[in-house]
């Protein structure tokens, strides 16, 4: 049995008119897990999250990481774990290291995540975003479960550069670029390779 | 050739840039910093349209947004849009624009002859006219009206350009830069609140551009335009010129803006227009005053125009609006008019003011001109142009003046539309003679004209105040208060309305042709409250939103009813507070992005495949796969079904909704969740499982697999994924927070297809090799199981809908495509073909597996046979209701299958069951046909219904009557069971 290739999610994301007032960089290589909180187990989650990554669990809308493993807070007892490592087997590992604290369930291969930055990157957010983006109400370290032109996505800054990172489902992707590309076409937008 | 109004110095235009345009086809010259309609004033266009009732010759009658009478069409082709206020228009290089509502021209308009119709074609006119014989309605009355309804035309075609939404944000929201705003924007932006000022001009300033007041010994438009300059080098601060806010909802505010509606053609990848919402904490309504005109005889002649507006024409745009010009004032305003028209050289020849006395420097602006204190304007004559007026002087003497123009000054309005829109109600102001805001909407302060202050003076305090107020309420610290010196400014008045003595008609909605008389009427006719009064004669129901007429109207009503004005009230305002094109509020959701498209991860395979799609939500689905000499749909499918049954096919299910279940109370929860039990389901399994509404009706159906002890994943129908996980998350979260279960929706994460046919297992068996025993006795039907594929992992689970042999298998959706490829390929040996849902739902049907047509929100389980599902072992959802004695009564229409008497006939879903012989009725209707197929395997015609007592019934015949397509087929009532009722082929 031949190996079956990876499709990328924005592997169809193009750049378009001039400059580079918005330059996107699709992540690739990251592994992406739900993880949901067990009953009455938060402190133990904690313990468990710090002794296993080094990291303070998020609380509220926020993102830590540390060693190439962040964790988001989406909601609730909720969290978003991403792994840059290229690991597939960073979900099963998880699963063991949260056991009887939190449920893991993967979802590397239903998002794909954009690492926007550039020039005019909150001119062309503040076309579709509608929370306000703005460093002294979400600083880097702020994540958002928000909508861009009726289309969900997780989207986190990075830094105040800024730099934001959107997580889009992959049935949506071609939606999403659509937008992309209509709203940053009037600064350019630039559409480079992960380094 | 048009003479030229231009005056040889002055204004804020730029002479150094000459534009061109047209107006009804005749070039003229502009200049840049022109309006269209400055620019008509300065070619001596004086008619510019056709009045909406009366085709009543109409000239430009103010400068800005509440103009009643210059309504034009601009552009042509694709983009001709008409009803736009020429007042309003940025002159660009090239701007075509027509007058309107005229045929064959704007001099000789034969809907003219309405005029002649006057008296017949008052307010009320169609309610009572068109009454009687009913029967003309549809045939003459509405065509007709229609006929004549409507201002302008539309292109016809597809607009071609875009437009976009924006969000922004903000402490405070400055609404209108005049000297008001620009001070409280100046004084909140230096305190370092993050400010927003939006403003409906090109140019910041407001009545400082058309005014010669000073500010700190610096003109006001120059003081105006060092303020934007501060403004702009504010990092905190945000302009938004040729942004109207229109209207104001529960802490956010409507806005647009005119990206490139002044330029010939939107550049490259810019919208035309941006819708804004803009939250802010707080606003400040500093949008200035209107000039209110005053009803009189003829007051609607080209060339009658609001003083203030002159001023504008002439300071700003250095354009003279007459050559000989007359003044009606009741305020003080009239004669700074006068003043600023004789500086421009242009000959005021009497200034009629109906207040008996004025202050002598009131008096004295009138240079020359003939003074007329306690007098009246009673009638203005002309035609194309304003001729002469007539003056009835304090003694009742009348007088006869030649004049081209006469400047109307009847005091001012506060604009404050905004402040009503969510529901407060202006109070009348004796001291003002205006409506001043009631209350305030929550965070909206208001200042400068807005609020009643009407000098420039109080307007840069009021500003000023209003900004700081707002910084110490952000919690930020204004820096000083800066006290502004401003030229002496004298701003008396007193209201008047209506001239009793007027002779010819005298229009209060110059925009609705709504007269005097038409106010009469309704209020000898009953229609006294304003709120009658402005539907009964459409007062103020124009584009312009009564900005000039609807005061004066109620004052007259006001007077013919006895009552004070603040007796009489007013009306409220509704957003848009400016016309706002739908295709703003549109954006970039335009024809296939009218709403965002999901697409599996197979999507490019099937298109390969040659599939036709069909929306299913928000998805696209393969429907069929047209092979070559195939000609119709019906082929493609029956084919696919074939290959089905006799092969293997495989179609993509990846958009049926997926959840992952966790934790160690998912059993019960399940339980609770499905009629069915499905905590005794053991782990590597599957079972089909319903759950109910609250209602006690079906919801869903779908599978629920046990993949580990406390994992789960539930399949969900296409159509209700999102709604299943809503209600699962709200039966969690509000009713059994006690259990201890997680979940998430994973249908993004797995590409799932079907493998189904009796070669099915080889195929996977291939395409699996050692990685799986796929046997009966390894994989039974109903199991389930995670494997892996090389080193990728998949899902595989022996569910049927086909009936056939059949498997699901999922991966990761970055291999969705890859794996259609790899089982199109494994299953080349076993004549491998891709089906579409059309085939789906023919296998589906002849199995008699209910679906969307059947789960349609009407029927209990019962209805659907899967009463024996409804376990009475456990509660769960929808158990009480769905007991309720009307959803157990055997008379409730249940799932029957259907086959046509004769063969050859074709059933279609949605036709009613009659007995045969019963006249079809809603009394004889038993029930209705669901869903029908041709069946490949029987070579037939067959469907699905629920039909009264159905199971009871089969082996009658019965007809199946659709009067929509005109057909009344006799069918016999069989078992929904088609195909291997026993069920052999799925365990095999």
Redesign the interface.
């Known amino acids: ?9 924005f592997a169809g994301l193009r750049p ?2 001039g400059g580079e007032g918005v330059v996107a960089v699709e992540r690739v290589g990251l592994t992406i897990a ?1 993880v ?5 187990k938060l402190s133990e989650l904690s313990a468990a999250v710090e002794s296993n990554f080094n990291i303070a669990l998020p609380v509220g809308a926020k993102w830590t990481a540390y060693n190439r493993v962040a964790l988001l807070g989406t909601g609730p ?2 969290w978003l774990a991403i792994s840059e490592s290229n690991d ?1 087997a960073f979900v099963r590992g998880l699963e063991t290291q949260l056991q009887g604290r ?2 893991v ?7 794909g995540v954009l690492r926007l930055s550039g020039s005019a990157l909150l001119d062309t957010l ?2 579709g ?4 983006l ?1 460093p ?2 979400f600083p880097a370290g702020s994540v958002a479960v928000t909508s861009i ?3 969900g996505v997780t989207l986190w800054k990075v830094d105040d550069g800024p730099t934001v990172d959107i997580a889009v ?4 992707a ?3 670029q ?2 992309l590309e ?2 940053a ?2 600064c350019g937008l630039s559409v480079r390779p992960q380094d | 050739m048009t003479d030229s109004r231009r005056l040889t110095s002055g204004g804020l235009i730029n002479r150094s840039k000459v534009l061109s345009f047209s107006f009804d086809g005749k070039p003229l010259p502009g200049f840049a910093g022109d309006t269209l309609a400055s620019a008509l004033v300065a070619n001596d266009v004086r008619l510019v349209g056709r009045s909406f009732k009366y085709h009543r010759r109409r000239g430009i009658f103010s400068a800005g947004p509440e103009e009643p009478n210059a309504l034009v069409e601009l552009r042509s082709g694709a983009r001709r849009e008409p009803n736009t206020k020429a007042t309003t228009v940025e002159l660009f290089d090239g701007l075509e624009a027509a007058s309107q509502n005229r045929w064959p021209s704007l001099a000789f308009d034969v809907g003219a002859v309405n005029q002649i119709a006057s008296p017949m074609l008052v307010a009320g006119f169609y309610y009572k006219t068109f009454m009687w014989p009913a029967a003309f309605w549809e045939k003459l009355y509405e065509p007709a009206i229609r006929r004549a309804a409507g201002l302008g035309r539309l292109s016809g075609e597809d607009d071609p350009d875009t437009y976009e939404k924006a969000y922004a944000f903000c402490d405070l929201l400055v609404i209108g830069a005049g000297p008001a705003g620009l001070a409280a924007a100046l004084t909140a932006g230096r305190a370092g609140l993050r400010v927003i000022v939006a403003e409906s001009d090109f140019a910041l300033g407001g009545r400082l551009n058309s005014e010669t007041h000073e500010i700190d010994s610096t003109p006001g438009a120059i003081w105006a335009y060092r303020a934007e300059e501060e403004l702009a080098a504010l990092p905190n601060v945000r302009i938004m010129r040729r942004t109207s806010v229109f209207g104001v909802y529960d802490g956010e505010y409507g806005a647009i803006e005119r990206v490139a509606d002044h330029l010939p053609v939107p550049p490259a990848f810019t919208p035309r227009q941006r819708l804004w919402k803009i939250v802010a904490r707080e606003a400040i309504l500093a949008a200035g005053a209107v000039e209110r005109s005053i009803v009189f005889g003829g007051n609607d002649r080209p060339g009658v125009m609001l003083a203030s507006s002159m001023r504008t024409y002439v300071n700003r745009f250095a354009a003279a609006p007459g050559r000989n010009v007359a003044v009606f004032t009741t305020s003080d305003d009239g004669w700074r008019t006068a003043f600023d028209l004789r500086n421009a050289g242009i000959s005021v020849e009497c200034v009629v003011d109906t207040r008996t006395s004025v202050a002598p420097q009131v008096a004295a602006l009138a240079g020359n001109a003939a003074i007329f204190l306690g007098g009246r304007v009673t009638c203005a004559r002309g035609g194309r142009a304003l001729r002469s007026l007539d003056v009835l002087d304090a003694m009742g003497d009348r007088k006869t003046f030649a004049v081209d123009a006469l400047a109307v000054a009847g005091g001012w309005n506060p604009d404050i539309a905004l402040s009503t829109h969510l529901g407060s109600s202006p109070a009348w102001s004796e001291p003002k003679a205006a409506f001043l805001a009631g209350d305030l909407p929550d965070g909206m302060s208001i200042a400068g004209a807005s609020a009643g202050h009407f000098t420039l003076a109080e307007a840069l305090q009021d500003g000023t105040i209003s900004g700081a107020d707002a910084a110490v309420r952000a919690g930020c610290h204004p820096h000083g208060m800066t006290r502004y010196r401003t030229s002496g400014e004298c701003f008396g008045v007193k209201a008047f309305w209506h001239v009793a003595e007027s002779r010819g008609k005298a229009f209060v909605d110059l925009q609705n042709d709504v007269t005097d008389k038409d106010v009469a009427l309704a209020a000898q006719e009953g229609f006294r409250s304003v709120e009658h009064l402005k539907r009964y004669t459409t007062l103020g129901m124009a584009t312009d939103q009564g900005r000039t007429s609807n005061v004066s109207g109620l004052a007259i009503m006001a007077e013919l009813t006895g009552r004070t004005i603040a007796e009489t009230g007013t009306t409220r305002a509704r957003p848009p507070h400016v016309p706002v094109s739908i295709g703003a509020f549109a954006g970039l959701h335009t024809g296939k992005h009218f709403k965002p498209t999901r697409l599996t991860a197979g999507h490019r395979w099937a298109t390969s495949q040659g599939a036709t799609f069909v929306e299913a939500g928000q998805w696209l689905r393969a429907q069929w796969f047209s092979r070559p000499r195939e000609t119709d749909w019906l082929q493609s499918v029956t084919r696919e079904v074939e290959m089905v049954r006799s092969a293997v096919g495989i179609c993509d299910v990846s958009t049926l909704g997926k959840i992952a279940v966790i934790g160690p109370d998912v059993g019960t929860f399940l339980d609770r969740i499905y009629i069915n039990t499905f905590s005794t389901l053991a782990v590597g399994k599957v079972r089909y499982g319903i759950m109910l509404r609250e209602d006690g009706f079906v919801m869903d159906d779908g599978t629920t697999a046990r993949l580990m002890v406390d994992h789960w994943v539930m399949s969900t129908t296409t159509a209700n994924g999102g709604k299943v996980m809503q209600h699962l998350e709200f039966c969690h979260q509000v009713l059994w927070p006690e259990l201890d279960v997680q979940m998430v929706s994973v249908t993004e994460q797995w590409s799932q297809y079907a493998v189904a046919g009796p070669r099915s297992r080889e195929l996977l068996q291939h395409l699996l090799g050692d990685a799986a025993d796929l046997s009966n006795e390894a994989f039974p039907y109903l199991a389930c199981g995670e494997f892996l594929l090389g080193p990728i992992p998949l899902r595989l689970f022996r569910i049927s809908f086909s009936g056939e042999l059949a498997y699901e298998i999922a991966v990761p959706a970055g291999y969705g495509e890859a794996l259609a490829h790899a089982l199109m390929d494994a299953g080349q040996d076993f004549g491998v073909i891709p089906y579409g849902t059309e085939a789906l739902s023919v296998l589906r049907i002849e199995k008699g597996h209910v679906a969307g047509n059947e789960l349609n929100g009407h029927t209990v389980a019962r209805d659907l046979g899967l009463g024996r599902m409804m376990s009475t072992k456990k509660d769960y959802i929808g158990r009480v209701m769905a007991a309720r004695p009307a959803l157990i009564d055997p008379q409730r229409p249940t799932l029957v299958g259907l086959k046509p008497v004769d063969p050859a006939a074709r059933l279609r879903a949605g036709a009613h069951f009659i007995a045969c012989g019963a006249s079809p009725s809603p009394e004889t209707d038993e029930g209705y046909v669901t869903s029908t197929a041709f069946s490949p395997s029987l070579g037939h015609w067959i469907g699905i219904g629920l039909l009264a007592r159905g199971p009871e019934r089969i082996g009658e015949r019965i007809r199946a009557y659709d009067p929509v397509r005109s057909a009344d087929v006799e069918v016999e009532i069989v078992a929904p069971v088609f195909v291997d009722p026993k069920g052999e082929r799925l365990r095999a």
């Open positions: 049995m031949r190996d079956l290739p990876n499709e990328r999610v378009i008119g739900t949901l909180l067990r009953r009455g007892g909720k597939p939190a449920s369930v993967e979802q590397s291969g239903g998002l503040e076309k975003v509608q929370i306000d703005a002294e109400t032109a009726h289309i489902a992959r049935s949506l071609g939606s999403f659509h937008w209509v709203s076409a009037a």
